[in-house]
Antibody
């Protein structure tokens, strides 16, 4: 059974960089069958896809966040990460990591989510 | 940018059929997926490729997609189906609908 677990600071100051890691267990992040994505959800609002990464290193981002988001992959530790720069209060949300299928198949496994608050 | 539009809320009586729509330009030319999300939990995939159910999803969940509208149908709705539902499609990136709160009353 594949499991994903987000980790990282729950509080980030405005203008700083949000950094989160997703640890994958029960499956290999090096599989060529899957992409690894980040999604966020502000309190009481809908889901927003941030971007994804493939084992070859290719990435794709939501155009609305592409200038601030960077997703990377650490195959040796079966992890992938998100960095979101220049954060504001509008970036306060629950951040999820999830697995989607190659080339285009929806999210079949999700992490439990982690709340990140942007506040001074 | 591509947009998917859902009604904010739908109400249904227990045992009846609930239908939740998702509209987008030429959505029928893409594959639509649906997720169920209960409070405090991660979303769960309930329909993919317009009509397919993942393992473990009850048969009362079904989907269709044609023209500009995809529809999630829940037959014999139960109290446990009360949740937020999101549609999703790919258009140069993943796009989600705004979500529909299903109330079973």
């Amino acid at each position: 059974q594949v499991q994903l677990q987000e980790s990282g600071p729950g509080l980030v100051k405005p203008s700083q960089t949000l950094s989160l890691t997703c640890t994958v267990s029960g499956g290999s992040i090096s599989s060529d069958e899957y992409y690894w994505s980040w999604i966020r959800q502000p309190a009481g609002k809908g889901l927003e896809w941030i971007g994804r990464i493939y084992i070859g290193g290719s990435t794709k981002y939501n155009p609305s966040l592409s200038s601030r988001a960077t997703i990377s992959l650490d195959a040796s530790n079966n992890q992938f990460s998100l960095k979101l720069s220049s954060v504001t209060a509008a970036d306060t949300a629950v951040y999820y990591c999830a697995r989607d299928g190659y080339p285009i198949s929806p999210f079949d496994y999700w992490g439990q989510g982690t709340l990140v608050t942007v506040s001074s | 940018s591509y947009a998917l539009t859902q009604p904010p809320s739908v109400s249904v009586s227990p045992g009846q059929t609930a239908s939740i729509t998702c509209s987008g330009d030429d959505l029928g030319d893409k594959f639509a997926s649906w997720y169920q999300q209960k409070p405090g939990q991660a979303p769960v995939l309930v329909i993919f490729q317009d009509t397919k159910r993942p393992s473990g999803i009850p048969e009362r969940f079904s989907g269709s997609n044609s023209g500009n509208t995809a529809t999630l149908t829940i037959s014999g709705t139960q109290g446990m189906d009360e949740a937020d539902y999101y549609c999703q499609a790919w258009d140069n990136g993943w796009v989600f609908g705004g979500g529909t709160k299903l109330t079973v009353l």
